[in-house]
């Protein structure tokens, strides 16, 4: 069982930045795991922000390309979330996930989510 811990978020003013971490903990799978970033605002569905194959390849919603970026630390069993250029419609609770079966999909690993607020 793999458990999820994501930190970082906060409140921002539009056009500031924030980093999410989420550091994973049990088992051994995380450096070849997807990983990925999934964000629900009120009233709306989860969607994917990111994701990111073991080998490095990334995947990003059209609303934030350009403006994010995922990364992981396999080493550390850390994946990020650097978000720039932030803005209100940004604003929502963002989860960690872990075990997609592919980079477009969400596995069955969930962390418990971190909120992101962007006032304008």
């Known amino acids: 069982q793999v458990q999820l811990l994501e930190s970082g978020g906060g409140l921002v003013q539009a056009g500031g930045s924030l980093r999410l971490s989420c550091a994973a903990s049990?088992?051994?799978?995380?450096?070849?795991?997807?990983m990925g970033w999934y964000r629900q605002a009120p009233g709306k569905q989860r969607e994917l922000v990111a994701g990111s194959t073991s080998g490095g390849n990334t995947n990003y919603a059209d609303s934030v390309k350009g403006r994010f970026t995922i990364s992981r630390d396999n080493n550390k069993k850390t994946v990020y979330l650097q978000m720039n250029s932030l803005k209100p419609e940004d604003t929502a609770v963002y989860y960690c996930n872990a075990g997609g079966p592919n980079i477009a999909k969400a596995g069955p690993f969930w962390g418990q989510g971190t909120q992101v607020t962007v006032s304008s």
């Open positions: 049990g088992g051994n799978m995380f450096s070849v795991y997807i």
